[in-house]
């Protein structure tokens, strides 16, 4: 993705474009954030004359980028191995939405960079997640931002043509997702969630939630949370009502979550959880509860 030739370099706009390409492959917005300063040292560290002859700085650093990603989902892979219960991907709030609460939150907060669509939705990533580091790289720089394999065989070391069959076979494993609920649905199913959850009504939970639900937290080891996933419509919805009864004072919120009806839970002002949902004829089949505090920090500056 690196043409020789002469330009100015115009790095400092291609930051958000990065930052989107580095969260989708590896769904911390941390993570992408290291990995593009990590990409801009080496753009830097290049000597001046090297800079003036890369025609498009823009490709180079994301050819640099999506290689330090995949070098960091290869790593990934053995650190989640040690990982205390299930590992999910950092929840997005919604900036025109949530907003920064006295203006403490920096413009340049990378999570401000990340475009909301269903290529960040918690169960189109929770998908990526089940994908090989080379499938991944692949297939969301090729189907999410529409690199030709050409150039993503520069990143993979790969053939264009090896390249293309990555991304086929994660392609395969996306297809068996089931079709997406209009929003307007998903948050009509997601607000009776919370009613129910708030009045601990056991027998309208199970009602909302699939036979067949699942519910993954992800508490890191730092919170409680069940280290397994819970298993079938009637016993989440009794987890969910222990949880309120342990829990006085949880307040629960609507709220985008990575550009999809949610729901917060926090308690004295301050974010416990993140819910995701997967809503299908009417049903919730999947939540996704997020309660590592140190992946709720984008969250942190709501008042």
């Known amino acids: 993705m690196g043409t020789v030739g002469t330009r100015t370099d115009g790095t400092a706009d291609e930051r958000p474009q990065l930052i989107n390409v580095a969260y989708r492959l590896l769904g911390s917005v941390t993570e992408a954030e290291d990995a593009v300063q990590d990409a801009y040292a080496r753009w830097y560290g290049l000597p001046r004359s090297r800079r003036e002859e890369i025609l498009s700085p823009g490709a180079w650093l994301t050819t640099v980028t999506s290689r330090i990603c995949l070098d960091l989902l290869g790593s990934a892979r053995a650190r989640r191995e040690h990982?205390?219960?299930?590992?999910?991907?950092?929840?997005l709030p919604d900036r025109t939405e949530w907003g920064h609460a006295g203006g403490a939150a920096p413009a340049a907060d990378p999570a401000d960079r990340i475009v909301l669509d269903e290529s960040v939705a918690m169960a189109f990533l929770v998908v990526l997640e089940s994908m090989t580091p080379a499938e991944?790289?692949?297939?969301v720089l090729h189907d999410v931002f529409r690199y030709p394999f050409a150039e993503i065989a520069d990143v993979l070391g790969r053939t264009p043509a090896a390249c293309k069959q990555l991304a086929a076979s994660a392609?395969?494993?996306v297809s068996v997702a089931p079709a997406p609920v209009t929003a307007t649905g998903?948050?009509?199913?997601?607000?009776?969630?919370?009613?129910?959850?708030e009045t601990k009504d056991v027998a309208a939970l199970v009602g909302l939630l699939d036979p067949a639900a699942v519910m993954t937290a992800d508490g890191?080891?730092?919170?409680?949370?069940?280290?397994?996933?819970?298993?079938?419509g009637a016993r989440i919805a009794q987890y969910m009502v222990a949880i309120a009864d342990r829990a006085p004072g949880l307040e629960l919120l609507e709220r985008s979550v990575n550009g999809v009806p949610g729901l917060v839970a926090q308690r004295a002002g301050v974010v416990m959880t993140v819910a995701s949902f997967d809503v299908s004829d009417g049903r919730v089949t999947r939540i996704w509860a997020v309660r590592n505090p140190e992946k709720l920090r984008p969250w942190a500056r709501e008042g």
């Open 220 to 232: 890191g080891g730092m919170v409680g949370a069940v280290l397994r996933p819970v298993e079938g």
């Open 83 to 91: 990982y205390v219960g299930a590992w999910l991907p950092e929840p």
């Open 171 to 173: 392609r395969r494993r």
């Open 186 to 197: 998903r948050a009509d199913v997601v607000r009776r969630v919370k009613e129910a959850w």
């Open 136 to 139: 991944r790289v692949a297939f």
